[in-house]
Structures are given as structure tokens and as C-alpha cells.
């Protein structure tokens, strides 16, 4: 099993930046899949951006390329979420996903089995 657990979450107004960390109680090198998903009220859950252990196989939606960056800290256990040109249709809660890899890792999150509590980001116009 995998904990998971969010921080960095916060409000900030459109432009602006914020990074989230998921820190995790375990942390299997080269076979696990860590994602950042994000899910509005009474909306599907949507993969963001998501990293295979040792960075190999990196996913970014469409929405975020160019914007969000993915990393993790092997050393800590740590996957990072950089958000920068914040907008508010970027507001929602944000998870942290991990699951065994199988391939490249995607944002689908069927492919996920451990999930986070949940952070929220608000960005106002």
C-alpha cells in the first residue's frame, strides 16, 4: 500500500504560481506511476501530469502543457506539481494518484490504485 498525501494547495489570483507536493510512505523505483489529477464539483476526475518513477515516462494534458511541470525527489519520497499562468478554470481540488506501472504512464486514472486525500487551488480572476 501506498499513502499519499497532499500539501501546497492554496488560492492565488490569475497569472500566479503554485507548487503541490505529494509525499509518499513508499516509493517502489522504476515500476510505479504517480499522477496529479484534478476533479471540479460534480465533474469527471482529469488526469494533469503524470511521471514514472525515475522520470522515464512523463504525461501532461493538453490544458496544462507548457504550463504544469511534473517532477519527483527520489530522496524524499516527493512528487511535485509546478503550476505556473494559473487561470481560474484551473480551480479545483487537486489528487495525487499512485499505481503500478504498465507501459508509459497515462491520465487515466483506472490505472491508479492509491489515491490522496485531496488539496484545493482556487484561482480568482
Known amino acids: 500500500m501506498i499513502h499519499l498525501v497532499e500539501s501546497g494547495g492554496g488560492s492565488v489570483r490569475a497569472g500566479g504560481s503554485l507548487r503541490l507536493a505529494c509525499a509518499a510512505n513508499?516509493?517502489?523505483?522504476?515500476?510505479?506511476?504517480f499522477g496529479w489529477f484534478r476533479q471540479g464539483q460534480g465533474l469527471e476526475r482529469e488526469g494533469v501530469a503524470a511521471?514514472?518513477?525515475?522520470?522515464?515516462?512523463?504525461y501532461y494534458a493538453d490544458s496544462v502543457k507548457a504550463r504544469f511541470t511534473i517532477s519527483e525527489d527520489n530522496a524524499k519520497q516527493t512528487i511535485y506539481l509546478e503550476m505556473n499562468g494559473l487561470q481560474p478554470g484551473d480551480t479545483d481540488m487537486y489528487y495525487c494518484?499512485?499505481?503500478?506501472?504498465?507501459?508509459?504512464?497515462?491520465?487515466?486514472?483506472?490505472?491508479?490504485?492509491?489515491w490522496g486525500q485531496g488539496i484545493q487551488v482556487t484561482v480568482s480572476s
Open positions: 511521471i514514472a518513477t525515475g522520470g522515464e515516462s512523463i
Open positions: 513508499r516509493y517502489p523505483y522504476d515500476r510505479t506511476c
Open positions: 494518484a499512485a499505481g503500478w506501472r504498465q507501459g508509459s504512464c497515462s491520465g487515466q486514472s483506472d490505472g491508479y490504485r492509491f
